[in-house]
């Protein structure tokens, strides 16, 4: 982060573009087009990761469709340490208009690659209502609801917060229940790593018959308003063994109540960028078909 310390999200050593085959095919559909790519206006991506070398490279890929984005709020070292300082930065534009006027004029120069603004959006923490963090979606094609504090706000998901034994029913259903609300905003295209914030607190339950049973009516939230489901290559990593087999579990409920999937590399560094191993083998694992796939597009 930009503290000089390791950031939380990301690991420190992928910090360049990996040379890239120049007779390689391009990647076969879905995992041509990546829906989820940090820059350095994230406050802790590498610095490697500014729009005009993100672009390039993401050309040199030879990936269809790229999605760059930010948080809203900015999620930089400052306000990591200091969720209240996080929290006031509702509807701060910063991030979104940085990306806006540094990629609009350069789409043009890579016809084989389509570039999309994007806004990774948290849901607000404290109301728990669905209303997100930004109101103002202009010039924005694809936005990606997050997250990222726990209910309440007090502290982040990717910290690992410990909650006592008995407390954790009633988290899990707190959050639950919240991100269903999420997916019935108008303004929503899809839901950010989906359980996996819940799975870093401890409390999916390795995502067993229960906690399934109970993701259930976030599902049918999302398939009733064409939310898609990020299978977001970050997140999955993050299991162990046993979780990854139940997390597969969780995709084909989603996929049963009638939901689409978008790949998302969630990159911070150049190597990470189209990088989808642990989620192809996902894929495979739940048997998706091309046509469980959604994958956003330009606003006119």
């Known amino acids: 982060m930009s503290n000089g310390q390791a950031s939380p999200l990301t690991p420190p050593d992928a910090v360049a573009f990996p040379e890239v085959d120049p007779q390689a095919l391009p990647p076969a559909p879905p995992f041509d087009c990546d829906s989820h790519v940090h820059t ?3 406050g802790h991506s590498g ?24 948080h809203v709020p900015t999620l930089d070292s400052e306000a990591y340490l200091k969720p209240g300082k996080w929290l006031a930065g509702r509807n701060d534009r910063g991030a979104v208009e940085a990306i806006l006027a540094e990629l609009g004029p350069r789409r043009g120069l890579y016809p084989g690659t389509e570039f999309l603004v994007g806004a990774e959006v948290d849901a607000d923490p404290v109301k728990l209502d669905g209303a997100l963090m930004l109101s103002d979606f202009s010039g924005v094609d694809f936005v ?23 407390e954790i029913p009633a988290a899990r259903a707190r959050w639950l229940g919240w991100l269903a609300r999420v997916a019935a905003h108008p303004a929503v295209d899809a839901l950010a790593h989906p359980a996996c914030e819940l799975a870093a607190c401890r409390l999916a339950g390795g995502f067993d018959s229960g906690f399934l049973r109970e993701f259930g009516p976030v599902a049918e939230a999302m398939a009733a308003n064409a939310v898609a489901f990020e299978l977001n290559e970050a997140a999955v990593n993050r299991f162990g063994p046993e979780e990854a087999l139940g997390y597969v579990e969780l995709v084909r409920l989603a ?31 739940a048997g998706l078909e091309p046509a469980d796939f959604w994958e956003p597009a330009r606003r006119a």
Do not use: N
Request: hydrophobic share 45%; with cysteine; charged share 20%.
């Open 40 to 42: 350095i206006y994230s």
């Open 144 to 166: 990606l609801a997050a997250t990222h504090l726990v209910p309440g706000g007090s502290e982040f998901w990717f910290d690992r917060p410990r909650l006592a034994e008995e």
């Open 47 to 70: 610095p490697e990761m500014f729009i005009p070398a993100v672009m390039a490279y993401a050309a040199e890929l030879k990936l269809r469709r790229v999605v760059i984005l930010e």
């Open 255 to 285: 996929r049963d109540c009638g939901v689409r999937f978008t790949p998302g590399s969630d990159a911070h560094h150049g190597a990470q960028l189209g990088g989808f191993g642990t989620v192809r083998a996902v894929v495979e694992a």
